[in-house]
């Protein structure tokens, strides 16, 4: 069964450093979201890309993070520099602009990222 | 604005017991609500959506829009359910998901 998939899985890196992570989503899903959960909060939403597209990110810091995805497949998540407060987990998950399966989101295992 | 409310934290029911999850939800329009579920070491999801109207592994939601709310129940509970459970709210006309802060689901033997 076709998963996304993301990397690293975990990642420890000091403050001020610069940190990325990848995201494949399920092959053919138009759709792809990233998500930061904090401990003891949901995910919640940092980027939508429709395709290559941004559809929406209006909760991206964007003097600090940002978000590629070139040719509508894979993305990359960037964090330049890094805070302390950004230790969280960074989730990925696609879904399908299909008619009355496009709201499903697949979610990745996601990237921990602990800031010292 | 959207906004989900899962008011419990932690739920801790007996194996056997019925099991009620609650979800409130704030939301001008038509909404839909899914519940996705993590168990341990598990990726998130998609446990069940209220336009499915279906039983999902012995559970079931029902939206209430007078209530404003969508609790997910289980009749009878198994261990194997234990897991943190999501609430989440998708606008009409979104594909964006408002996920609630969870509740975690222990079920005692």
């Known amino acids: 069964e076709a998963e996304v998939a993301q990397s690293p899985r975990y990642k420890i890196t000091e403050k001020s450093q610069a940190v990325a992570f990848w995201c494949d989503p399920i092959?053919?899903?138009?759709?792809l979201y990233w998500y930061r959960q904090i401990l003891g909060q949901g995910p919640e939403l940092l980027v939508q890309f429709q395709d290559e597209s941004v559809v929406d990110d209006s909760q991206l810091p964007k003097d600090r993070f940002s978000a590629e995805r070139l040719k509508g497949v894979d993305s990359t998540l960037k964090i330049q520099p890094a805070e302390l407060g950004d230790s969280a987990m960074y989730l990925c998950?696609?879904?399908?602009?299909?008619?009355?399966?496009?709201?499903?989101?697949?979610f990745g295992p996601g990237t921990r990222l602990l800031v010292l | 604005a959207q906004r989900v409310t899962q008011p419990e934290k932690l739920l801790s029911v007996f194996k056997g017991a019925p099991v009620e999850l609650k979800c409130n939800y704030s939301?001008?329009?038509?909404?839909?609500l899914f519940w996705y579920v993590q168990y341990s070491r598990q990726r998130l999801q998609l446990l069940l959506r209220?336009?499915s109207r279906e039983s999902i592994k012995g559970f079931t939601a029902d939206l209430n829009k007078g209530e404003t709310s969508f609790h997910l129940k289980k009749p009878f509970a198994q261990e194997e359910d234990s897991a943190m459970y999501y609430c989440?709210?998708?606008?009409?006309?979104?594909?964006?998901?408002?996920f609630g802060k969870g509740t975690k689901l222990s079920v005692i033997p």
């Open positions: 092959s053919g899903h138009a759709t």
């Open positions: 939301y001008s329009g038509s909404p839909e």
């Open positions: 989440a709210l998708s606008g009409a006309g979104s594909y964006q998901l408002t």
């Open positions: 998950a696609s879904s399908s602009s299909r008619a009355g399966g496009g709201k499903t989101q697949y």
């Open positions: 209220h336009i």
